[in-house]
């Protein structure tokens, strides 16, 4: 590139997937109808709502299996799959994040949404320090909802998957903290540097210390947990950067991390793999779960 100006366009059009969906309207209205469609199902003692903080943002959207007669609403010691919703920590909310959750309880697991404050009203490592409260604040009520808090995954989409992934590293000491039982990361961005050069930082605003800070690809995981890395096939090239910059920093320190491509699919549409039963997604995440795809067919 032969100025600044050409690299910040070009960083704006990597860092804008929209512009290269598919049917970038079409799938935001699926994430919001698919999980209009999850409550419609999922009701009564099988729908939870916890609150890990004052604000309204804070707060975990649980869906539970099926009973198949226990009481307190969910087999026992079932597993947890805690999401974590994309829009450049600025945008959606647990209302466009629980498409996959009619699926996944299907199979036996707990859905937990996990909603956040966005930005600009905090800052990243605020919010940060929410997923971990919020992850702490599931471990404490799992077992009352009929799962078990050493099975908790957790798993992102975009900005979710920065998200999760700085959970498996330092910048939570902090705060009270849960460590995942692995991790899903779709689509996700770990090395913040260049994301702050563009438009998403107008309202993200970090500094450039911040984003070196804040990058996950740049801290060592603190615990050996397995760690799934998913991109779609047309998504951006910043993407797919960014999935084998995370594999390569992190793989020293990893018995089980791996990457893969969704072929096909691009930034917004790969999730739809998570909602389908024959999806890879779907795959991936009753792996991590510990659910044999098997079983989980013939629980359907």
Known sequence: MNSSSERIAWLNEQYSPSRTAHDFNGSIQSYKSGTEAARAAIMGNRHRVLAYGAPSSNRIECFLPRTEGAPGGARRGAPIFAFLHGGWWQDLSIDYAAAPAVALTDAGAIYASIGYTLTPAVQLREIVAEVSAALTTIAANATGMGGDPRRIVLAGHSAGAHLAATQLTALTLEAPRYTAAGLLLIGGAYDLGPIAESYVNEKVRMSEADAAALSPALLTPLHDVPVKIRVGEEEPEEF?????????????????????????????????????????????????????????????
């Open 240 to 300: 797919h950067r960014n999935a084998a910059f995370l594999l390569e920093c992190w793989s020293p320190s990893l018995s089980a991390i791996d990457s893969a491509t969704l072929s096909g699919r691009d930034h917004f549409d790969a999730l739809d793999e998570l909602a389908d039963p024959h999806g890879r997604l779907y795959a991936d995440a009753l792996e991590l779960l510990g659910i044999p795809l098997q079983r989980a067919a013939v629980g359907r």
